[in-house]
């Protein structure tokens, strides 16, 4: 697969995980005025949100690597 080609695959996967994030970071906005879940998955989906964010921040390093890498293409 040519870099472009891996590249906007990559950028696709990160917007559909950036929607997703944005919603899961408003949901727990919002348990913070009115608490509708246990504690324990209140826990459990800041560990998902911190999982989603650090799996969002990979996907940005390799779409730089990539685009770094495309003159060489």
């Known amino acids: 697969m ?3 080609e891996l590249i906007k ?3 696709k996967e990160q917007a ?3 929607k997703k994030l944005l ?3 408003i949901f727990l906005m919002d348990q913070e005025d009115s608490q509708t879940v ?3 998955q209140l826990n459990l989906l800041n560990v998902q ?3 989603m ?3 969002s921040n990979v ?3 390799r779409i730089d690597d990539l685009k770094g890498n495309s003159d060489a293409d």
Do not use: I
Request: net charge positive.
């Open 2 to 4: 040519e870099n472009k």
């Open 9 to 11: 695959k990559l950028k």
């Open 16 to 18: 559909k995980l950036d």
């Open 23 to 25: 919603k899961l970071a």
């Open 38 to 40: 246990s504690d324990l």
């Open 49 to 51: 949100r911190d999982a």
């Open 53 to 55: 964010s650090a799996y």
């Open 59 to 61: 996907l940005e390093m």
